[in-house]
């Protein structure tokens, strides 16, 4: 608890060192947001409902958290990618295993981490089967969970196929977020997908199962769209099977009505025990991936910032706390306080308005100043959250990449990594890695680096900066950016 504390201290000090520094240089560095999660870009009732959200607002993911609690075991379907013996893989990492809990083990849960995580803001359960399947426990827990913490969103992930039998339910019990993991629009590609499906006491195999999935599903997107439910729909990308495919896929959801399309690509290893790892089936390669959602621009929105979360994911995407949280951790009765949520919420709801006043006016100021034709540039970012350049280069296990040009910043996605600093040592060997991963970046701000890694990084051509400590992110791209233009930063020119 007391780490939570230091933890909203320091964001918040933070926030004044970066608000000084911003009326001290007259808002001395340009940037833009080229989020489309802004609120400008949607209708204030949407805008409620995804602006807490870390998986629907890639802007939420820098400020609240989620957690995954498996109380749903049974699934209905059989997924090429997905061996029993673990999780749902439709939306989480493949080959881990979570601990089952009971709906009520579940609500304890939710409530002990609550206590703990400020940021805690929405619950999910994604099996580890299929949760609309195994319906009868997914719902006593969301019912748990929405008597005793009325203000966590909560959150579904199903196959789809049974769930038009409960689209009603989740209505009333105000559930306005939904993810329906669509591979396919064309029932012959779904053969190569699904072996068998379960469907009206009986096991469906062949085009049969694909075409009864692929109808559920559609009717799924629609009931959904129907009711102002948001959907995210989830796709794994499988090389040489629906990649060229999910283009289709992509249109069709949109017209459907889906709030965002994920396209998660395919992991597969033989000691998963999966066909696909036992047949070999790749995944596709991060440049693959990138060509695929590049080539989806038009089409329905794409999250770009998924971290294929383990399946006892606590914390903010791409952290993972589930081993602080577990059940012998959990005490047999535990009250909700929440004094300190509201505490954060409230300080978020500033900090977020301080920042994206930051980041527009640095976004004009780039606007005014940049050619048009000047190219792209992709910076790394060390960030343990709160939109803030505020993790050292040693600590970071994943960089957020950031893409920017004359038209602004944007985030593009992200890249893991092992952290090179172990035990207060760096690791030559790790820092190769690191540095691998990094490929075609051309700067990494952190909030700070020792003098041998940004040696080895120039070396790479890679440059390390640590002058933007602590400042926003898309202010400190931005910045950068006009630095490698050869514009004068604001403040310079002010002097000038
Ligand atoms: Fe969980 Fe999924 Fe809800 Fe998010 S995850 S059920 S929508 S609360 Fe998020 Fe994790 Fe990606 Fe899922 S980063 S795997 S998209
Ligand atoms: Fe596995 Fe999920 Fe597919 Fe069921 S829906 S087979 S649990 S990946």
Known sequence: MAENVVALDSLQIASRNALTQAMESDGCSSSSCGSSDAPEDMDPETWAKVKDHPCYSEEAHHYFARMHVAVAPACNIQCNYCNRKYDCANESRPGVVSERLTPEQAARKVIAVANEIPQLSVLGIAGPGDSAYDWRKTKETFQRVQEQLPDIKLCLSTNGLALPDHVDELLDMNID????????????????????????????????????????????????????????????MIPGINDKHLLEVNKEVKKRGAFLHNIMPLISAAEFGTVFGLNGQRGPNAAELKELQDACAGGANLMRHCRQCRADAVGLLGEDRGQEFTMDLVPDEVTYDPEKRETYREWVKKEREDRRVAAESAKAETVASVAEEAGAMLVAVATKGGGRINQHFGHATEFQIFEVDAEGVRFVTHRRCDNYCVGGYGEEDKLELVIKTLEGIDTILCAKIGDCPREDLAAAGITAIQDYAYDYIETAVSAVYRDRMGLPSAETAEIA
């Open 177 to 236: 977020h939904v993810t329906l993991t669509i591979n396919m629009i064309d029932p012959q590609i779904g053969t190569e997908i699904y072996p068998w499906i379960f469907w009206e006491h009986k096991r469906r195999h062949g085009l049969e199962a694909s075409q009864i999935l692929h109808e559920r599903q559609m009717q799924s997107l629609d009931m959904l769209h129907e009711r102002g439910i948001l959907v995210k729909v989830n796709s794994v």
